[in-house]
């Protein structure tokens, strides 16, 4: 069947199965947009091409599917970088369609071109630059595969204009539905070697005082009910980092929470205690181990990892498990089930943690009357005033350490947030993806004030194509974690770090952007206001809950300590460790 | 890829690298070795007998990163085929110099036989200076190089490494 190159393009993306893309048409991608109001593909308009990019992100995160994104060349491409560089570290599946100018005019600076591919290199996990318009199907279907097999992450497609553009010779195509990849040099390897395995489960029968370092990785394979049976059928008590919230049930007997700089002191503690770490899909991250050289000094490591990379590339590993973490979990449960998990006495271990859990549990002081409103108190009313299976995406600082620590995560893919990158900006448009990916339900933005201005304009997105997400605005009129670091670290020397009391109003803000604002300035009128914001499902809403700025994220490990120096809530520093 | 690594008793080492064909192969390697602060010593990059693919022999220095971080990177690239590890004993290495070296009629028998010893070729005779060019192991050409300095080098061009495994440990 002849087609023209944009036509192939759209055709294909729904062949992959994209029902929905973000995006925001320019100069180079225009003739792409032109075949999309005649595709069963819903296009949602950004008003920025980050939040395009944040947007297929929070949509990869909740659903398990590629987002993809179409954004124009030049300035729209350097616009979706920060999400792509955001989705290499995360390993999130994206396919970042972004226009170009014609082919012949590459490398002239002609109006609206960058180096696309050679900019978003090293921020993806492949990148190609189509050439010809025949290309454009199987470059496609090569995109989504790289994307969604092996470690996901991001793929971009830089797409001339001449070869979409129909009024150009150039575009023209023969549609085939059957077309074969090329990928010669692409064999991600899922199994595992049984050697491994059995080696691996020796270990783990005889250790004293195993822990299960679960990552980010768990989510991706979909294993977390793999993992639970191993747990249980072992029970070894489980730590999920702060990419693996929710891949295990915090309300779960084995469950210790978040590990890491500012994991509770119980996550950590164990992990400096263990003699044998299990970490399945995790990948050693400093905000993990704190100072490397200090970190969990009497473990032994078992890895398993869908990246042969990531094994060694941090800590050695005593056992190196290379392949899918659903596949290897589901190994190690038969050879339990087969021979049985041991009968190592676990006993003293077993009293150690629940100790530490007793003496060393998370905590804030509460306010007293007339105190200012406490951040943390807002998230313990939001997480029990609302459904289980409530999605929550955060941008990135305090807020997003209190909402790991103090929401309860019992249901995977309900926390969606910015781990390797840090990405300030992340939360708006990712709750906006994440609850087109999941319409049925509720998702909230626990959002800082800092973060959400660098993104807010999504919002706009959100009441125009009705997305009713809600916001939890932590606002404390700081960039308080790194406020946070210049209390503690910089002799209370305040650079840069206060925004302001006064502006923007943020209920007048919300309001304009066509969602229900209101504002909460004292703890008794929390619950009304988060009762009113569940509610509504008309439009977003917006919560501005006025914070203390003084409160300050604990527990912490300082930069660059060891994780055995973790700094506990001052009510706990003088209590036995 | 290559499935055992062996202990890196030396501190550079060659990796022959199969990659696809294609444009910004080179970039991405080169990339790849720029942002995860590995250094390169030498790089030689030809087109195969197989017109899809490339070689690029590449002589990664190991004091800036291990071997196997190295190659497990490298594969992840998804232009890379296939990754050869040649440990220096047990590869043919060649690597190819073109010198242009002061030479007077008066040291020229002398020059010359210094050549021929090293195995090389005189490309072109000038008035007060020669071409030479000399193909062998990096370690000879290096030698050979170092003989040539008291004589006063014009410009001197060298290709870097390029390998394969003997003969008897080809896989």
């Not at chain 1, 659903?326 to 021979?339: G, K």
Request: with cysteine; aromatic share 6%; charged share 25%.
């Amino acid at each position: 069947m002849q087609m023209d190159g944009g036509q192939a393009l759209i055709r294909a993306l729904e062949l992959e199965g994209v029902d929905v893309m973000f995006g925001l048409p320019g100069g180079a991608i225009l003739p792409v947009y032109d075949p999309i109001i005649d595709s069963s593909i819903r296009h949602i308009l950004v008003r920025h091409e980050q939040g395009a990019g944040h947007m297929a992100e929070g949509f990869a995160h909740a659903t398990g599917r590629p987002g993809v994104a179409m954004v124009t060349s030049g300035p729209g491409a350097t616009n979706i970088v920060t999400p792509l560089c955001d989705a290499h570290m995360d390993s999130v599946p994206l396919v970042v369609i972004t226009g170009q100018v014609p082919y012949a005019a590459i490398g002239t600076d002609a109006f609206q071109e960058c180096d696309t591919t050679g900019i978003t290199q090293s921020v993806t996990k492949h990148n190609f630059l189509v050439s010809d318009a025949q290309d454009i199907p199987r470059t496609i279907k090569e995109a989504f595969h790289i994307a969604t097999t092996g470690r996901p992450g991001p793929v971009l497609v830089d797409i001339p204009k001449d070869i979409v553009d129909p009024g150009n010779p150039r575009s023209a195509m023969e549609w085939t539905d059957d077309v074969e990849m090329d990928l010669p040099g692409y064999n991600p390897r899922t199994d595992v070697d049984p050697a491994a395995i059995r080696a691996a489960a020796e270990m783990i029968r005889a250790a004293e005082r195993p822990v299960l370092y679960v990552g980010g990785g768990v989510l991706k394979a979909r294993a977390a009910e793999a993992l639970r049976r191993l747990a249980e059928m072992t029970g070894i008590h489980v730590v999920t980092t702060l990419m693996a919230r929710g891949a295990f049930p915090d309300s779960h007997e084995l469950c210790l929470g978040m590990p890491g700089m500012h994991g509770n002191f119980t996550a950590v503690t164990a992990m400096q205690e263990a003699d044998l770490l299990i970490a399945l899909g995790a990948r050693f991250d400093d905000r993990v181990t704190g100072r490397i050289d200090g970190f969990a000094p009497g473990a032994k490591i078992i890895h398993v990892d869908i990246d042969a990379a990531e094994l060694g590339k941090v800590r050695r590993p005593d056992v190196a498990i290379q392949g899918d973490c659903r596949v290897a979990i589901e190994a190690l449960a038969e050879v339990f089930a087969a021979d049985g998990a041991g009968d190592t006495d676990r006993d003293a271990w077993r009293s150690r943690i629940s100790g530490w859990q007793e003496r060393f549990p998370l905590y804030y002081e509460p306010s007293q009357p007339g105190d200012s409103l406490k951040p943390q108190f807002v998230i313990e009313r939001l997480r029990d005033a609302t459904p289980d299976d409530t999605i929550v995406a955060s941008g990135v600082g305090q807020h997003q350490m209190w909402a790991s620590q103090y929401w309860c995560f019992d249901h995977p893919y309900t926390w969606v947030n910015s781990g390797g990158l840090g990405t300030m900006g992340f939360c708006i448009p990712a709750a906006i993806g994440a609850k087109v990916g999941c319409p049925d339900k509720m998702v909230w933005a626990v959002d800082g004030d800092g973060c959400f201005q660098m993104t807010a304009q999504e919002l706009v997105t959100a009441t125009v194509e009705n997305i009713p997400i809600k916001v939890a605005l932590l606002n404390n009129s700081y960039l308080g974690m790194v406020r946070q670091w210049q209390e503690m670290f910089y002799d209370e020397r305040y650079s840069e770090v206060f925004l302001s009391k006064d502006v923007p109003d943020y209920k007048a803000w919300a309001e304009a952007m066509g969602c229900v604002g209101m504002r909460v300035d004292s703890p008794e009128d929390v619950d009304a206001a988060i009762a009113k914001a569940n509610e509504i499902d008309d439009r977003p809403v917006v919560i501005d809950f006025r914070v203390s700025a003084s409160e300050k994220v604990y527990p912490m490990v300082p930069s660059g300590a060891s994780n055995s120096d973790l700094v506990v809530p001052p009510s706990q520093q003088d209590l036995p460790r | 890829m290559a499935g055992k690594f062996h202990v890196p008793d030396y501190r550079y080492h060659t990796l022959v690298v199969k990659v696809e064909n294609k444009s910004g192969v080179l970039a991405r390697l080169a990339a790849l070795f720029s942002r995860r602060g590995f250094n390169i010593e030498s790089l030689a990059v030809a087109p195969t007998d197989d017109a899809r693919f490339s070689r690029i022999t590449v002589v990664v220095d190991l004091e800036s990163a291990p071997l196997e971080q190295i190659i497990k990177q490298l594969d992840k690239l998804v232009n890379v085929v296939e990754i050869r590890e040649l440990h220096p004993g047990h590869a043919v290495e060649r690597e190819l110099m073109i010198v242009t070296v002061e030479a007077g009629p008066d040291r020229r028998d002398e020059l010359v036989e210094h050549l021929d010893r090293a195995g090389g070729k005189v490309l072109s005779v000038g008035t007060d200076s020669m071409m030479l060019s000399l193909v062998g192991p990096p370690k000879r050409v290096d030698d050979f190089e170092e003989l040539l300095h008291p004589y006063g080098i014009i410009e001197l061009q060298r290709t870097g490494r390029v390998a394969l495994a003997n003969l008897d440990e080809a896989d």
